[in-house]
C-alpha cells in the first residue's frame, strides 16, 4: 500500500479549490481513470488506505509531487491566522489560504534547516506585550520605534523598502496564490501571518496582483503589528486586534514625531497628496494616522473622507508609489537547489526541489515572484499557473538539444 497521509489529500484539494466530487472529475477527465468521490472520502478519513495506483492518479491530476502526501505536517488552526473574515468570507476561501499557508510554513522551515540558518528572531518575543487588553496608542508608538531600531531604520523619516527591512531582520514576505488571484473569491483581507506560530520562521503572505504599492507596504507593516503585538495571547476580540495592528502599521510609517511636524488641522487635501508621494502611504492611512494622533479633529476626518469619496480616490488614488519585491525565500532556494545568478535573478534543479519539498513547482515560482529552472532531466513540462503567461514551461538543462529535436513522451 502507498504511505498517504491522509490530511495531506485533503490540504491538496481544499487549495486547489476542489471538492471531493470535482476531484473525482478532474482525475477521470485527465488521468481517465474511476476514483468516486465517495472512495476519495474514505481516503480522506482513513476509513481504506490508498493504493500505489490511486496516489499516482491522484498526484498527477492535481499536478503535485508524490512526496507532497507522503510527508508529516502540524494541523494549523485557522484561529491562529491574522486573515481577516467577514460575515461574507466563504470557508473554501479560508481552506485555501490555511492549507496554503501551511505548505510555504513546511517548505520555508525545511530551507531554513537545510541552509543552517536562524529562525524566528528574538526581538520579536522581546517587544510583545504579554497583558491583557487592547493597548494604546501611546504605547503601540513606543513599540513600534522600538520595531523600528530592530528593522535598522532610522528613529525618523519615510521607510525606504518595507519589504526590505523585514527581509534583513529575517522574516520572509512571500505572494500567496489563494490571496486575491481568482476574481471568483472576493478576499476580505489582503495579508496573513501566524503570530501564535513559535516554530519555525515568521512569514508575512500577501496579495500579489491588483494592489498598489502603498496599499502593499501597509499591508506588511500591518502584518508585522500582529507578529509583534499578538504573539502572545492577550484576550482580545479580532476588531480590536486588527485596530491594534492598523495603528502599529502608521506608527511604523509614520512615527508620531514625524506627523506631529507633517500634519495639522489645516492640511488640505492636496496636501496630502504630496506627504503620500514622500511617505510611500495612501492618503486614507495618513488621515488615520493623524486622527489617531488627534491632529485632526472628527470633523476635520469627516471632511477629508468625504473629499476622498467625491473625487474617486477609495478606488484609486493620485501618485504612483512602486511595489515592492521580495527576495529572501528566492534567495534561499537558489542556494538550497542551485545557483543566485543575481539579486534578483535565481536559477533551481526544480526536479530536486520539489522531490525535497514536497510542493508543486508552480507554487515555489509563484511564492518568489518567478524563478529559472533547469535539471538533468530533459523533455519534461513544469506546469505554471496560467496568469504566469504560459501554462507549461520547458525544463532543460544546458547545452541540451532543442525541444524540436526531444521526442516528448
Known amino acids: 500500500m502507498a504511505s498517504l497521509n491522509p ?13 471531493q466530487r470535482q476531484l473525482s472529475e478532474l482525475i477521470e477527465r485527465t488521468q481517465h481513470a474511476q476514483i468516486p468521490a465517495a472512495k476519495i472520502s474514505r481516503i480522506e478519513n482513513g476509513l481504506v488506505e490508498c493504493s500505489a495506483t490511486d496516489l499516482n492518479k491522484i498526484a498527477a491530476a492535481l499536478d503535485y509531487p508524490i512526496e507532497f502526501f507522503n510527508m508529516m505536517s502540524e494541523d494549523l488552526n485557522p484561529l491562529d491566522l491574522t486573515y481577516r473574515r467577514t460575515a461574507k468570507t466563504r470557508i473554501s476561501e479560508v481552506n485555501a489560504i490555511v492549507g496554503e499557508y501551511q505548505m510555504l510554513d513546511a517548505a520555508v522551515n525545511k530551507v531554513t534547516n537545510k541552509l543552517g540558518m536562524a529562525h524566528r ?8 506585550p504579554r497583558r491583557s487588553g487592547p493597548l494604546d496608542t501611546l504605547d503601540i508608538d513606543r513599540i513600534a520605534q522600538r520595531a523600528r531600531e530592530q528593522l535598522r531604520l532610522e528613529s525618523k523619516g519615510a521607510v525606504p523598502n518595507m519589504t526590505r527591512a523585514l527581509e534583513r531582520s529575517g522574516i520572509l514576505v512571500v505572494p500567496m496564490r489563494s490571496m486575491g488571484e481568482s476574481s471568483e473569491y472576493k478576499q476580505t483581507s489582503e495579508g496573513v501571518t501566524a503570530p501564535a506560530l513559535k516554530k519555525g520562521s515568521p512569514i508575512i503572505g500577501y496579495i500579489r496582483r491588483q494592489v498598489t504599492g502603498d496599499r502593499m507596504r501597509f499591508t506588511k507593516a500591518h502584518e508585522l503589528g500582529h507578529l509583534v503585538l499578538h504573539a502572545h495571547h492577550r484576550e482580545l476580540t479580532k476588531k480590536q486586534m486588527e485596530d491594534e495592528a492598523h495603528t502599529f502599521a502608521g506608527a ?4 508620531r514625531e514625524d506627523a506631529e511636524s507633517t500634519i495639522s488641522e489645516t492640511t488640505m ?3 496630502f497628496v504630496a506627504i503620500k508621494a514622500g511617505w510611500g502611504i495612501s492618503i486614507s492611512a495618513l488621515v488615520m494616522r493623524a486622527s489617531a494622533l488627534g491632529l485632526i479633529s472628527a470633523d476635520r476626518k469627516r471632511s477629508l473622507q468625504m473629499q476622498i469619496s467625491a473625487r474617486g480616490w477609495r478606488k484609486m488614488e493620485p501618485v504612483t508609489v512602486d511595489v515592492e519585491h521580495p527576495l529572501l525565500f528566492k534567495q534561499m532556494l537558489g542556494k538550497a537547489y542551485g545557483r543566485i545568478d543575481s539579486p534578483t535573478e535565481v536559477t533551481v534543479d526544480s526536479f530536486d526541489a520539489v522531490k525535497d519539498l514536497g510542493v508543486p513547482f ?5 511564492w518568489t515572484d518567478g524563478l529559472k529552472a533547469e535539471s538533468e532531466q530533459v523533455g519534461v513540462y513544469e506546469r505554471r499557473f496560467p496568469d504566469d503567461g504560459d501554462t507549461q514551461m ?3 538543462p ?6 524540436q529535436d526531444v521526442s516528448m513522451k
Open 362 to 366: 508552480r507554487y515555489l515560482d509563484f
Open 398 to 403: 544546458n547545452d541540451c538539444p532543442t525541444p
Open 394 to 396: 520547458m525544463v532543460m
Open 7 to 19: 490530511g495531506r489529500l485533503m490540504m491538496a484539494r481544499t487549495v486547489e479549490h476542489l471538492s
Open 269 to 271: 487635501l492636496s496636501e
Open 252 to 255: 511604523i510609517l509614520m512615527p
Open 121 to 128: 528572531p528574538s526581538w520579536i518575543d522581546a517587544l510583545a
